[in-house]
């Protein structure tokens, strides 16, 4: 496999031994032609995670187990390595960033994080990052600790898992967390009233009320002696 030029190389790469780059320049070509290596991406705290790939659990269950391995070509069946979640909740991931690179087929994203070592807490955090299209599907990883060369470390998972959590939040949001968006005009102003006249009912209750279909007034229903003469008009009534 031949260079490409036009790509940026991280100290990281040239670093590697030349059968790990091998397969990591097959990566960087599933990112696109010419992408640079993402660990020359800033990695910076990304408060905005709005382009995060729309990452869910059968997308990482799909990656991490049933995706052949590109040394063995047996599927990676990294059950271990979905403790990662355990990482997330512990607070081990932070720095998360989203980068957006675009390509003739379809939008990729690359999401660079970093993970804390889980065997020395005084080590230098680790860096993943995964590759995914937008709609989740996860193309390729990589990890800087000596398990990421075999793409499903705990670290990938830890990261995977913190998408999928921005998933999930952000559909949460969309119901709930917007402007009132499913719910009736607020109340602005409450009149006064005689007690008699106020409304004690539940809210159920109102809303059954509300939504009880209108029933024909059968006039046979009406007792006579309910029926008031109407009197006929004065004057000045007529005159209007
Ligand atoms: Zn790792």
């Known amino acids: 496999m031949s260079l490409n030029t036009d790509r940026v190389y991280s100290s990281y790469y040239e670093a590697m031994e030349e059968k790990v780059k091998t397969r990591y320049l097959e ?7 010419g992408v640079s290596d993402p660990y ?19 997308d990482i269950y799909n990656y991490l187990i049933n995706t052949p391995s590109p040394y063995t070509k047996e599927e990676l069946k990294s059950y271990k390595s979905l403790m990662g979640y355990k990482y997330l909740l512990a607070g081990w ?14 939008d990729k994203l690359v999401v660079l994080a970093r993970v804390r ?18 709609n989740g599907t996860i193309l390729c990883a990589h990890c800087t600790c000596m398990a990421g060369l075999g793409e499903a470390c705990s670290h990938i998972s830890a990261l995977l898992f ?27 102003k409450v009149k006064f009233a005689p007690i008699s006249d106020i409304d004690f009912c539940a809210p159920v209750t109102k809303r059954r009320k509300l939504m009880k ?20 008009p004065c004057k000045d009534e007529m005159a209007m």
Not at 27 to 33: Q, S, Y
Not at 93 to 106: D, G
Not at 127 to 132: G, M, N, S
Not at 162 to 188: D, G, I, R, V
């Open 93 to 106: 991931v932070s720095n998360i960033s989203v980068h957006k690179i675009l390509s003739e087929n379809c």
């Open 213 to 232: 279909p209108l029933q024909p007034i059968k006039l046979s229903s009406i007792s006579r002696s309910s029926i008031v003469p109407v009197s006929s």
């Open 27 to 33: 990566k960087l070509d599933i990112l696109g032609e």
């Open 162 to 188: 913190a998408a999928e959590a921005h998933t999930k939040l952000a559909q949460e949001t969309s119901c709930t967390s917007e402007s009132c968006k499913w719910l009736p005009p607020s109340m602005q």
């Open 117 to 134: 070592h889980s065997q020395s807490v005084s080590a230098p955090p680790l860096i993943p990052w995964i590759a995914a299209e937008n």
């Open 40 to 58: 020359t991406f800033d990695v910076v705290e990304s408060r905005s995670l709005s382009d995060m790939p729309s990452i869910e659990y059968p």
